[in-house]
Nanobody, 115 residues
Framework: QVRLVESGGGLVQAGGSLRLPCAAS????????MGWYRQAPGKQLDWATS???????TYADSVKGRFTISRDNSKNTVYLQMISLKPEDTAVYYC?????????WGQGTQVTVSS
């Protein structure tokens, strides 16, 4: 089993920044990729960004150039740095870990961007 705990969400004004940590524990050797998804009110869950064990990153077009995913292997933590936030970035952000046989999810953290 893998446990993921997100933090760092909150209320921020448009143009502001936030950093979301996601701490992983448990059988983390099973994980080959981690990422962030988000779900805006009344909308589907959308993928935002991923990082592989080798450090390769990919981003959705909607966040490219504004969001940065990184990892600190010594702390088993993945970070989502968000800058130039927009009201449309308002969502619950979920950390995801992709194992060899299944995916794991955190409980989510709310990010609200006011205009």
């Amino acid at each position: 089993q893998v446990r993921l705990v997100e933090s760092g969400g909150g209320l921020v004004q448009a143009g502001g920044s936030l950093r979301l940590p996601c701490a992983a524990s448990g059988c983390i050797s099973n994980i080959n990729r981690m990422g962030w998804y988000r779900q805006a009110p009344g909308k589907q869950l959308d993928w935002a960004t991923s990082i592989t064990n080798s450090g390769s990153t990919t981003y959705a077009d909607s966040v490219k150039g504004r969001f940065t995913i990184s990892r600190d292997n010594s702390k088993n933590t993945v970070y989502l740095q968000m800058i130039s936030l927009k009201p449309e970035d308002t969502a619950v952000y979920y950390c995801n870990a992709q194992g060899w046989t299944r995916a794991y999810w955190g409980q989510g953290t709310q990010v609200t961007v006011s205009s």
